[in-house]
């Protein structure tokens, strides 16, 4: 493994929000310096594992991560340092509005984090309390500002859209103010209604309603418009980013490149194997103090699971699927792999091909949930039943 990203995940959070499925967990905060050191011991087995890989980027997400003061994220980052050959110009720290004190902006960046990525939502008041916020659109404003003011260069504003009963109109007046305050880069994704999640409970008794399909695809549309406008680059099917701002650390997974992980229920993928740790932060500190394996889940994909993967990733970016690499990678064209929904993709302007770059249009963008679906199900039939390959390292 030549390069590595590297994620960190924290899975405490003030509370849980009723869309969530992430592993994050109420926290009071008597688990936090447990967590901290099960985390140090986490990353010394890593760097066992692996060796001294350089890491390009890093993210560290939760849960809240800044719910921890700068000092236990300095501490963290220091580690990693020691640990590896630490060579990331991106180190992004996820934070929620109303969770961070002004000051402590500029001791994250003192410790190293070079990125931060806020969790905003919604600037509409109704629709943060619908989606269990626990801040205010004012509390948004004032959190990016001081984070501004504390030098960052590079912030990231995640929203989400398709609640139900969401008006086109508090839509654009969430993303107008959000284009107003200047990020780098806006993440917009849509409502999901996730398995084992609050709002799926609520959805099956009736309580709530999925916005149609139809009227999703003509949000995402306004919204690609609208952050084209403002001069965002669409390089991902839901983020947008100004010229050389697009998130390093995420162009990894959907490039199917190593991303190295810790923490609790955290993932990771080497280019070969991927594997999660344990979920629960009580088990996940157990584990780590006895000498354990924190390692809960552990596979190697098969030859049509990683070539599904690769479409599916690789087609949801700007730059899309290159046929030639996608060959050298598995020993089939894409032509041979999902033949029937390539050609009927291409056919209908969902997909256009330019030399060996197959790109979704703006119309397949729309329909593209059913068409990785399709060609899932062909490589699938045609793999599936493959012997498991180990392919090249993407690194």
Not at 5 to 17: A, N, T
Not at 233 to 257: K, M
Not at 268 to 289: C, L, T
């Amino acid at each position: 493994m030549n390069g590595a990203g590297l994620y960190i995940h924290i899975p405490f959070c003030v509370r849980k929000c009723g869309y969530c499925d992430f592993n994050s967990h109420a926290s009071t905060g008597e688990l936090h310096e447990a967590y901290q050191e099960a985390l140090l011991e986490d990353l010394r087995r890593v760097r066992e594992q692996h060796g001294p890989v350089a890491i390009d980027t890093v993210f560290i997400g939760g849960g809240t991560p800044s719910l921890f003061p700068p000092a236990w994220i300095g501490a963290i980052l220091e580690r990693v340092a020691r640990d590896f050959r630490l060579e990331a110009r991106e180190i992004t720290m996820e934070a929620n509005p109303g969770t961070v004190e002004r000051h402590d902006f500029a001791g994250y960046r003192h410790a190293g984090v070079t990125r931060v990525s806020m969790g905003a939502q919604s600037f509409d008041a109704a629709e943060l309390a619908f989606l269990e916020r626990i801040h205010s659109p004012a509390e948004i404003v004032e959190a990016f500002r001081a984070v501004r003011a504390a030098g960052f260069d590079n912030i990231n504003l995640d929203l989400i859209f398709a609640l139900p009963g969401q008006t086109p109109g508090t839509w654009e007046r969430s993303l107008a103010q959000a284009v107003a305050l200047e990020p780098e880069h806006l993440s917009a994704y849509n409502l999901t209604f996730e398995p084992g999640t609050e709002f799926t409970r609520r959805r099956a008794r009736g309580e709530l309603a999925e916005m149609p399909e139809d009227l999703q695809a003509s949000f995402l549309t306004a919204t690609a418009a609208r952050l084209d406008a403002a001069g965002y680059a669409r390089y991902e099917i839901s983020n947008f980013a100004r010229p050389d701002r697009a998130c390093a650390h995420n162009l990894r997974y959907w490039r199917r490149l190593p991303v190295l992980a810790a923490g609790a229920g955290a993932f990771g993928f080497d280019g070969r194997r991927r594997w999660s740790n344990v979920r629960s932060p009580q088990e996940y500190i157990r584990r780590a103090r006895a000498g354990d394996p924190l390692e809960a889940f552990s596979e190697i994909p098969s030859a049509a699971e990683a070539m599904t993967e690769a479409v599916l990733c690789r087609l949801r970016l700007d730059e899309g699927l290159d046929a030639d690499a996608f060959h050298a990678e598995f020993g089939s064209p894409p032509a041979d792999a999902f033949p029937l929904t390539l050609r009927q993709s291409l056919d209908a302007a969902l997909l256009t091909a330019r030399g060996p770059r197959l790109t979704l249009t703006d119309a397949g963008i729309l329909v593209s949930d059913s068409l990785f679906a399709r060609a899932a199900s062909e490589i699938d039939a045609r793999f599936g039943k493959r012997e498991v390959a180990s392919g090249p390292n993407p690194a």
